[in-house]
């Protein structure tokens, strides 16, 4: 699985974004789907995921209500639909897919990549 994300860039404090991942050498409705980022000095972290069926997305708490994931079938691209940033989501953002089965949260439980987008959210 081949994956390419985009649609990063500076924002204000407040502002949305949307970050698509556009998937190849498999159809997204096969995988699992996440999104994690990471900030300078820290660790990648896990921010949403959505199942394999699609019937199920999950996020960690700093982000529910203000991040939305969905997939596109027909253009096989996920994407990640950012409302009201704050300047500590400014982070390298990294798709990732599994061909595994259930909620997957780890990085570890991840094959495959794409390169970071970059988010940064000024105050």
């Known amino acids: 699985v081949q994956l390419q994300a985009f649609g990063g860039g500076l924002v204000q404090a407040g502002g949305s974004l949307r970050l698509s991942c556009a998937a190849s050498?498999?159809?997204?409705?096969?995988?699992?789907m996440a999104w994690f980022r990471q900030a300078p000095g820290k660790e990648r972290e896990f921010v949403a995921t959505i199942i394999r069926s699609g019937l199920g997305t999950y996020y960690t708490d700093s982000v529910k209500g203000r991040f939305t994931i969905s997939r596109d079938n027909a253009k096989n691209t996920v994407y990640l639909q950012m409302n009201s940033l704050k300047p500590e989501d400014t982070a390298v953002y990294y798709c990732a897919a599994d061909l595994g089965f259930g909620l997957r949260i780890g990085i570890n439980e991840y094959g495959y990549w794409g390169q970071g987008t970059l988010v940064t959210v000024s105050s």
């Open positions: 050498g498999r159809t997204v409705s096969s995988c699992a």
